[in-house]
């Protein structure tokens, strides 16, 4: 019954999108920067539970925690992903500090985790080098559903290991991670080859575009000479039927290409990974090589914004960044994105971790009482007992409301007379029944007290 009223008063079922992008009524200039959003104690439970998974399995699979700084020079971005990219060239944040040094808050993960590869010397540790990452990502986009300027990224890399076992390993980390967050999870893989595979596919494909020019929209006119592969990745519908007649870049793959992405699948197969290749699959960043996957909710693959992550293999950008040659795959995960499906989804709980609450609220009358109130929290909470308490209300029924109101099982009451006596009051909150017990022995009664009822369990975050 207690936990049902928790359910009741924390666990609504919201519609995601509401949640994300709109401002509560009276915000005015207290709202955050547009596109961006407070993640509040009430939604601890869904960050809290994907951290938790995300470190979990990193440990599992052996990937280390790694973090770069969210400032780096603006050209650290530019090199790598590629000026003429959306990410670069119209949605990072760029700006110069004090110093007039021209500097951007990071778009992605890869960027970095290269750069701190060469900086911090890590061809000279053991290979391959494995880690994740996971923080706030920034891209000034225009905002909508799924759509964010300020989101966070899970992100793993594997450096230092060119092997199609690698880029399974990397491919099945995220499937699991999603898998054991309840989400069915849809892979989309693609290879695009090497540099001269792409150069020559590429050829073919701007001539094909040309012939197709008017059917297309504005923008994919614009990327024919900027970035023409990035018109596969369009989800315009009147760019779709030019999309799929167009020609398919594994048909332009060298055999080494063709071999290692075979090997890629059987690896997925081995691993029981299910897949779909999708030939369009490009990904718009230009350091990709190979191998390029992206992950899809199942049930949930048309919408534009519904990607839930991707990545791919990039054995070119640590030598082009001026380390040596080294090869290396990755991935980013959206967690918004993820967020939303877990609160969208009906049987969410069985996934969450919730934190744990002892369900004891603390209820105090009297300044005697107050002081000695929080010595005896003290003590309860190196007993393992958690407590919530609201010291700056005097009265007992306030008090018991908002043990009410947090679904407290129990209350604990200690008034004028109690601090006197050196007892406390038990207070069970569904029979409305009390007992006075010595102050030495509340929490040893209290545990057995505890005992008698269901696990309680709550997020720690007050509402109030
Ligand atoms: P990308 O590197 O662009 O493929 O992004 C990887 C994942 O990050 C996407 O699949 C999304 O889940 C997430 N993502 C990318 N951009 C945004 C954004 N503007 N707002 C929220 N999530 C995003």
Known sequence: KFVERFKSAEMKTVKADDVEMQPPKNAGNLAPLRGMKDITSRDEIYWHTIQKRAEDICNAY???????????????FSKSIGKDTDVVGKEMYLFEDRDGAKVALRPEWTAGVVRSYISNGMHTWPQPIKVWNYGPIFRHERPQAGRLRQFHQFGC?????????????????????????GI????????????????????????????????????CKKRISKNPLRVLDCKIGSCAPVIVESPQIIDWLSESSKNYFMKVLEYLDELEVPYALKSTLVR??????????????????ERAQSALGGGGRYDNLIAQMGGQSTPAAGWGLGLERIVSSLRNKEDAKKYLLEKE??????AQLGEQA???????????????????????????KTQLEIANKFGASHCLILGQKE???????????????????????????????????TKVIKLSGSNL
């Open 284 to 301: 718009g960043l230009d350091y990709y090589t190979d191998t390029v996957f992206e992950f899809y909710e199942e049930g949930n693959i």
């Open 157 to 181: 890399e594997t450096i230092g290991d060119r092997h199609p076992g690698a880029d399974a390993e990397l491919i099945v980390v995220a499937y699991n991670f999603l898998k054991e967050l």
């Open 357 to 362: 609450w002892s369900g004891i609220f603390f």
């Open 184 to 219: 069915d999870v849809n892979v989309h893989i693609n290879s695009i080859g090497n540099l001269e595979d792409r150069q020559n596919y590429t050829v073919e494909l701007v001539g094909y575009l040309r012939s197709k020019r008017s059917y297309l929209c504005e923008n």
């Open 419 to 453: 601090v006197h006596d050196g007892t406390i009051i038990i207070r069970d909150m569904d029979s409305g029944n009390q007992e006075i017990v010595d102050q030495n022995k509340v929490i040893s009664e209290i545990k057995k007290n505890l005992k008698n009822k």
């Open 370 to 396: 107050r002081s000695r109130t929080l010595r005896l929290i003290e003590d309860m909470r190196k007993q393992g007992l958690i407590v919530k308490h609201n010291l700056a209300k005097s009265s007992l």
């Open 62 to 76: 052996g990937f280390g925690f790694m973090e770069t700084p969210v400032l780096e020079e603006a050209s650290l």
